[in-house]
């Protein structure tokens, strides 16, 4: 942990004495039990962070004792992605004894704080949780495992393989004749929307073309029938789209063929994931698979590593993706491998 004032790991006589108020009322914030103004929680919660203070049951679950409890830190439940993706992390945390304590949502610095408090590590999902978070817990002694982040020093990362595999889809599609495609995500997002784009402006760049600005769209379903209602508005339809994710591919396609328009003969569409619904749409959608539950298991596993103390050295795991060929693209079918 980041010592405090006289050397030691920061405690909550310390966040008292830093934001001036009294150890019932940080206590009170800390808990989050009673009263408390939103002036002082705002000054508890920045003597905290300044500190890099985390709860002193977690300095001595990580020293001396363990709670057998991970921390997971996920941006949402909804969809197909996070349920493979629980389901692999779960089924190992099972079998070697670990519960899972898990936070939806974009977790604020406190509560992320608190759950470190309750578990002997955390992993954490690159949508949930802020980058300077994620340091102070680094820099506290939380060992802590990101999904779909780029690495971070002192923390391990567990990663999908997204540039080649997203340049080698698009490249299938330019090279069939369409040219005028249009990437589907918001490559403002963290690590996967922004290399996946990237690869997508790869293909077009190797055959001498310029890449479109992408349709800024969140991925989910309803943000992609949205989308799909607008591009409907549009004079002319563009040759295909290469969506960032299945949900969002699968909701389009409906769209789309609800109101006449042919897929592939009109537009092709393609995903990213390979969840189950992409081989029982019709037609079936083009993709990429990654390895969803691997990702959970792999985080697990490593997350156990570092707590026990059998690797101390950080680790980052890039797992290989495939591009799956259906219909939905309109070229051949198969599969083709492909790892950074």
Not at 49 to 69: I, K, T
Not at 310 to 336: F, I, K, P, Q, Y
């Amino acid at each position: 942990m980041a010592p405090g004032p006289t050397g030691r790991p920061a405690t909550i006589y310390d966040v008292a004495a830093r934001a001036k108020l009294s150890i019932a009322t940080v206590s009170r914030v800390l808990q989050g039990t009673g009263p408390v103004s939103a002036k002082a929680r705002a000054r508890v919660d920045q003597a905290a962070q300044e500190l890099n203070y985390v709860p002193l049951r977690a300095a001595r679950s990580l020293a001396v004792q363990r709670h057998e409890a991970h921390g997971l830190v996920l941006p949402d439940l909804a969809g197909p992605f996070y349920g493979d993706l629980l389901m692999g992390y779960e089924r190992w945390a099972g079998e070697h004894g670990q519960s899972v304590i898990i936070t939806v949502g974009q977790g604020n610095p406190r509560s992320i704080r608190d759950l470190a408090g309750r578990v002997d590590g955390m992993v954490v999902h690159a949508d949930a949780v802020a980058d300077p978070t994620i340091q102070d817990l680094r820099k506290a002694g939380v060992p802590i495992v990101l999904i779909a982040h780029p690495p971070i020093p002192g923390c391990d990362s567990v990663r999908s393989e997204n540039l080649l595999s997203a340049e080698q889809l698009t490249g299938r599609l330019l090279d069939s004749g369409r040219k005028h495609l249009l990437f589907v995500g918001d490559p403002a997002t963290p690590y996967d929307a922004p290399a996946r784009y990237a690869g997508f402006c790869n293909a077009h760049t190797n055959r001498g073309l310029g890449a479109p600005e992408p349709a800024r769209v969140e991925l989910n379903e309803d943000s992609g029938a949205q989308f799909a209602e607008q591009l409907l508005q549009a004079k002319k339809l563009p040759d295909g789209l290469v969506c960032g994710n299945d949900e969002t591919a699968v909701a389009a396609m409906k769209v789309l063929q609800k109101a006449g328009v042919s897929i592939p003969g009109d537009i092709a569409v393609t995903g990213w994931d390979d969840v189950m619904a992409a081989r029982y749409v019709t037609p079936g959608l083009t993709t990429v698979r990654q390895p969803i539950a691997e990702l959970g298991r792999l985080a697990a596993q490593r997350l156990h590593e570092r707590v026990t103390g059998e690797r101390s050295r950080a680790r980052n795991d890039v797992l290989a993706t495939e591009v799956v060929l259906r219909d939905s693209c309109g070229t051949n079918r198969g599969m083709h491998a492909v790892s950074e």
